[in-house]
């Protein structure tokens, strides 16, 4: 749906904006957060931006959707967007934001490439702009309907009823509706956010994956603490570690994510590793709770045992089900966990079932590495999922 004469001109710049797309995205966030500091209050999360990882992520998605529509010029490519659609609608974005972000994006664009951006470039990007904002808006709003929510305002009190230490840096915190109403429909392997006002005052949004089976009265939530280790540590998991116990209240959105246990019966290949394990535990709950008799096959990688969040709740519920097995590594004290392996992940000789679904989620490393290994393995492409911990900076790579 991109005209061809906009066709002809984006690719004929997209070379040269692509390459200052770092430099443009940088301008823009700061141009906007010095004009609308409001923006960083409840918003935008502040590590990401002082870590460039936002700013990455933006850049990468702007020249994938660019690069997509020159690739089919008759077709909206979607389905690139589903990801950042869910992203938004967990931190209340809304239509009219379109808007402010069009201004001063453009404005970046201008500042930068100066003179290459005459009037007919300029007319050419406002329509990838708009046909990449236009599919956005449609999901989004789609979202919030099914969420039962109002666009902007995904969130509820929840007050935690336990508090559980799962190793020396992880806290779970099970929480239930403070209103005493049901909990909203979740799928195994969504998220949440969480909003908490910081001591300056600003509130910031974290997105933590439900770690428990979707029920009808709680939610689980498990949070490890990031510890600064040379880069600034996690200000938001460092204060929910501090000062969150039983009975006080957390501002969480509906439950948000695309990357979902299908319903289907065919064998399941879960690869995690350190908090990954998160979705992963959620989704054998599910299976455990629905008395699914499907194959799955578990795989983790951790720093060690003690590193090992709810390593008890994955061999319980690998214990409960029918037809299940799981292979630990650890890179140290290996023996104190029987049966694990000693070392990173390593899936050489690994005999996929036919036809598996495969579940990732880790740091991104170790998802690009394991994704090798299985390709390599024979697992199709499209049988393999991910889920990124913060912007999807895969995405932006593959665009760079």
Request: charged share 25%; hydrophobic share 45%.
């Amino acid at each position: 749906m991109l005209s061809a004469e906009s066709a002809a001109l984006i690719r004929a710049t997209l070379p040269a904006v692509g390459g200052a797309l770092d430099e443009i995205t940088t301008r823009f966030y700061a141009t906007m957060f010095a004009e609308r500091p409001e923006l960083l209050d409840g918003m935008f999360n502040r590590g990401n931006q002082a870590s460039g990882a936002q700013r990455r992520a933006l850049a990468g998605s702007i020249a994938a959707f660019a690069g997509a529509l020159l690739a089919d010029p008759d077709t909206r490519p979607d389905a690139l967007l589903a990801r950042i659609a869910h992203k938004h609608v967990a931190v209340g974005v809304t239509e009219d934001q379109y808007t402010i972000v069009h201004k001063y994006l453009f404005a970046a664009i201008v500042d930068v490439l100066g003179e290459a951006v005459t009037p007919d470039v300029a007319a050419a990007w406002d329509e990838v702009y708009w046909l990449m904002a236009g599919a956005l808006v449609a999901q989004e709003a789609r979202l919030y309907l099914e969420a039962q929510v109002r666009p902007g305002h995904p969130w509820r009190r929840w007050t935690v009823v336990e508090r559980r230490e799962e190793t020396p840096d992880t806290a779970s915190f099970l929480l239930r509706p403070s209103d005493g109403a049901p909990a909203p429909r979740a799928r195994a392997g969504q998220y949440v956010s969480v909003r908490v006002r910081m001591p300056d005052g600003v509130h910031q949004l974290r997105q933590y994956s439900l770690s428990s089976a979707p029920g009808d009265e709680t939610r689980r939530i498990t949070v490890k603490r990031v510890r600064g280790d040379g880069a600034p540590e996690g200000e938001v998991s460092n204060l929910l570690h501090r000062t969150v116990g039983v009975g006080a209240e957390l501002t969480l959105s509906a439950p948000f994510g695309d990357v979902v246990l299908d319903d289907g019966d065919a064998p399941l290949l879960l690869v995690s590793a350190g908090i990954g394990c998160t979705p992963m535990v959620a989704m054998l709950e599910h299976l455990a709770a629905t008395g699914s008799a499907r194959p799955v096959t578990v795989l983790h990688a951790d720093r060690s045992p003690a590193d090992h969040a709810l390593r008890a709740d994955t061999r319980r519920l690998i214990g409960t089900l029918p037809d299940a097995r799981a292979t630990f590594w650890y890179e140290r004290d290996a023996v104190d966990e029987p049966g694990s392996r000693t070392g990173r992940m390593d899936l050489a000789g690994l005999e996929p079932a036919a036809g598996a679904s495969v579940y990732l989620c880790g740091p991104l490393p170790f998802m690009r590495e394991a994704r090798a290994q299985l390709l390599r393995s024979g697992v199709p492409a499209r049988a393999i999922r991910y889920e990124v911990f913060g912007p999807d900076l895969w995405l932006a790579d593959a665009a760079a």
